[in-house]
């Protein structure tokens, strides 16, 4: 399994410390905004979808990598490739997605991750 590393990322797999740090992220509105007509999801939620992530790591051999800030071991969100099953119409597929923290918006942006990501595969 690849964790690629940048200067400032770790893109690892999920672990259950993962679970409170993803929570605060997806309770904020703001970073919700744009996802589920912005309704925010709670701890036992985002527990569930990171379990579905590492599910869909096992059945695809590819899936959501947790980031992590590399200086400071901090979960800052999540990056990666899916399979958007909840879009028939477009299937077959594999959508890229991100989210991060509010915090985190800005140092970067998440399609220039991606590419540096991809260029390391």
């Given at each position: 399994?690849?964790?690629?590393?940048?200067?400032?990322?770790?893109?690892?797999?999920?672990?259950?410390?993962?679970?409170?740090?993803m929570?605060?992220?997806?309770?904020?509105?703001e970073?919700?905004?744009?996802m589920g007509g912005?309704?925010?999801?709670?701890?036992?939620?985002?527990k569930?979808?990171?379990?579905?992530?590492?599910?869909?790591?096992?059945?695809?051999?590819?899936?959501?990598?947790?980031?992590?800030?590399?200086a400071?071991?901090?979960?800052?969100?999540?990056t990666?490739?899916a399979?958007?099953?909840?879009?028939?119409?477009?299937?077959p597929?594999?959508?890229?997605?991100?989210?991060?923290?509010?915090?985190?918006?800005?140092?970067?942006?998440?399609p220039?991750?991606?590419?540096?990501l991809?260029?390391?595969?």
């Amino acid at each position: 399994m690849i964790s690629p590393v940048t200067a400032w990322l770790v893109l690892r797999r999920w672990c259950d410390d993962d679970v409170a740090p993803m929570g605060v992220i997806n309770a904020d509105p703001e970073v919700r905004r744009w996802m589920g007509g912005g309704s925010v999801v709670d701890e036992q939620q985002t527990k569930a979808a990171i379990e579905t992530f590492e599910r869909r790591w096992d059945q695809h051999g590819f899936g959501m990598f947790a980031l992590e800030l590399r200086a400071t071991g901090e979960l800052i969100g999540f990056t990666g490739l899916a399979v958007p099953q909840f879009l028939p119409e477009v299937m077959p597929a594999v959508k890229i997605a991100w989210r991060l923290g509010r915090a985190f918006w800005g140092p970067g942006s998440p399609p220039k991750r991606q590419q540096r990501l991809f260029a390391s595969a």
